[in-house]
């Protein structure tokens, strides 16, 4: 700037990284492309806006973000640090896994899916019990090479995770977050699928009857309302942290097994009877928090 | 602030020549105030010259280092383990930051470039999330207009542009 700071210069003229972060602050991609046709300083500079938001209004077609994705990656300044896709309506499985495949291999940071997000919050706390469930298809998650954070909150979209082998290995995921999903039994997380995962959280999902986890990486659990299972069996021996709150019922007669040596804070807040619920030794245990009322054991 | 601490004021002076004093701590969310305080300089009378940047806008700066200083120091005060209050004060602040940067453009832009200058990165981010905020909603048309941006293209330019990136601009409601 050579002039007095106080002149007549216009927005256009200040660097481009700080119009690139004028349209990151948008939150909006669309919005941040249209800018294109503002003059020509503005034109491609969304293109190198790391963070990308979308939000879907369409169940079937989610063409717009698999093209805007394209766009970005064409231009190719900036690797994603954020995707952020919000369809506010129910998506479905294809539109889902079209736009997923394409951002499978650009995301380096954090993938964040939000299904149904017009739905309020109480409304889908009370799907999570309701008998008749509407059946709305299954997406497989594709893997992600670079992703270090998934958080998928479908709003009771079905969800596929291949088993190991078949499914190639995350290996940069960190966190991975799953809320409001609907599963079809079973589902296992190991080693051979996400080596280096950190974090698990699992909340408020429906039909996981069969939980097995085996990851020896992992640091903090959280399995929050998983009001379907019946089996948990985790292998955990670097965790530190477990989390566990309104997952078993008596009349389920739940199975657990948990092998976590090394934990140091147990929140147990569900049902708990030594008969169903077995623990390996927990030598670095502090004080467990105990909320749960059947809580009869020893530790 | 903790008793017993010195109290050091640097002064900072504008390209017209008005000086402005305050706590160095406040001053040291510049990132340009930090190198020079490094390197020795500045807290002599004569203070730190702020190139290119105006009285009228330099004061503007200067309140928001001090508002963000005290409410830093404050913070530090604070029961580490009072997570609501936490919330409460950052959410206050984040109020007072909407307040204090509700200018027009000329202004917002001349605060965006001493921000920028002066290497204080929440100013920066406040005033890109203010001119973000003016943008929202708007139409090219109405964002050249509102920003004083100088259309360059010939509306054949535009029609190719828009027909390159179809996604941009069809209806998905």
Known sequence: MDC??????ELSDLPSEI??????QLKDTRAAARTSVLSRRWRNLWARIPRLFFRNH?????????DALAAHAAHAVSAITQLTVMSLYSATPDATASWLCVAAPLISGELCFRNRSVVPMRTLIQELDEEVVEERGVFELPCFPKATVIRLSLGFLGLSLPPSGVFSAQPALRKLHLEYVQFHGECTLDDGMMPFLKELVICRVRGLANLTIKLKSLIRMNLSEIVDLLRLN???????NLYVRSCLYRWNLPLVRIVAEEVEDISWATWYDPGFVKFSEMPYLKMPHTDCCHYTGTW | MAAGKPVVMVTLVSSDGQSFQLLEEAALLSAMVRDTIQIGQGRGPAGIPIRNITGQTLSMVVVY???????????????????????ANKKQLREWDEQFINLEQDKLYDILVAANNLGIDGLVDLCCWRFADMMKGKSASEIRVKLGIRDDFTSEQRAQIEKDSPWVWSRTT
């Open chain 2, 65 to 87: 280092c001090n508002k963000h200083y005290t409410a830093a120091a404050a913070a530090d005060g604070d029961d580490a383990a009072d997570e609501e209050k936490k919330v």
């Open chain 1, 234 to 240: 985790a292998v955990v021996p670097g965790l530190k």
């Open chain 1, 58 to 66: 369409q169940p079937h077609d989610s063409s717009h973000v698999s």
């Open chain 1, 19 to 24: 119009l690139v972060y004028i349209l990151d």
């Open chain 1, 4 to 9: 007095d700071g106080d002149g007549d210069l």
